[in-house]
């Protein structure tokens, strides 16, 4: 966990209170309606200062770069980031989510919940890679900016986070799987093409097959026989 702190030079001014962000901790949020992780911030802002509002805007970025891959989870990520020899081409992270959150008053410290929802789809680059990493820890980087809404001098002024306040977060990489087995369990998700489906809607009607598993095994095998029928 890293902590950074804005503006800089440490100054705490009437117009622009210093705030301090750190990322505590990650859960699985209750009664969400879809996949959706809680992280826990604490803000902090310079003694004494009254914030009336903040308006918290986070990019959460995956810090690709900073973790090693063993040889199985470089095949699962082959996909995102191609073959051994071009894994020194990739990047540096991966956009999750860009988040807007509302933050009541406080003077002194307060913690809010960061709340994000998290897809299954695995044409989503971030989930992709969520599912590639099977063991150890995600690095995320959390990049905040929006507004203060502070009294100072017994006025109210606004005043922007500076764009270089943000923290670091090492998240379980079991954290996503067992968030997505709580939503889906034993399942996974592909999303298709419509003149797609309707073929292989086609196909489970003409073999009778009872279910979309049955489907999908079927054409794995004739494929495996040299027998795909590709109608």
Sequence with gaps: MRETTAPKDGAATDAAPSLRITVEG????EFAAVPTLEFALRIAAADGVEVRSVVLETQLRIAVTRRGYDEACRERLADLFGPPELWERRPASLLWAQIVTQLPAFTGETTAPLRVSCTYDFD???????????????????????TVFALAGGMLRATRIPWDTEAGFRMPAATWRDLMDRHFPGAAWLRLGRDTFDRLHAY???NALPGWDAVVESLLKAGADGRADGR
């Design 26 to 29: 990650v859960q699985a949020a």
């Design 124 to 146: 989503v680059a971030a989930a992709k890679y969520l599912d590639g990493v099977r063991d150890g820890a995600i690095p995320l980087e959390f990049l905040f900016s929006g």
């Design 204 to 206: 489970r009607t003409r």
